[in-house]
């Protein structure tokens, strides 16, 4: 059974930072790429960022890019989001999404094409 579990989430002041983390098990991790997607209230899930499997490549949503960072640990089957300079317009549940991606080919920021995802976790950034 595939389980994704997000942690990390919780209240921060704008300009403050948070690290999200995915812990995923019961899939072969090293063939997945892993996508960080968000979605508030009233709104469509969307697209924050995305890593290749082998961590060689990463993809990042214009309104984060330079602010956040992805990362992986296949050794442990994590992915990290770190979120610096937080905005009060990232506040969303955050969710981290895997798609099987053995040829690198994936549509990283489409959510409608990753295999699994988790259950979100609340980031809430106060002005």
């Known amino acids: 059974q595939v389980q994704l579990v997000e942690s990390g989430g919780g209240l921060v002041q704008a300009g403050g930072s948070l690290s999200l983390s995915c812990a995923a098990s019961?899939?072969?991790?090293?063939?997945?790429?892993a996508g960080w997607f968000r979605q508030a209230p009233g709104k469509e899930r969307e697209f924050v960022g995305a890593?290749?499997?082998?961590?060689?490549?990463?993809y990042y949503a214009d309104s984060v890019r330079g602010r956040f960072t992805i990362s992986r640990d296949n050794a442990k089957n994590t992915v990290t989001l770190q979120m610096n300079n937080l905005k009060p317009a990232d506040k969303a549940v955050y969710y981290c999404?895997?798609?099987?991606?053995?040829?690198?080919?994936?549509?990283?920021?489409?959510?409608?094409?990753?295999?699994?995802w988790g259950q979100g976790t609340q980031v809430t950034v106060s002005s």
């Open positions: 999404e895997e798609n099987n991606d053995p040829y690198g080919n994936t549509q990283y920021d489409d959510s409608r094409v990753y295999d699994y």
């Open positions: 019961g899939l072969p991790f090293r063939r997945y790429a």
């Open positions: 890593i290749r499997r082998f961590g060689d490549y990463t």
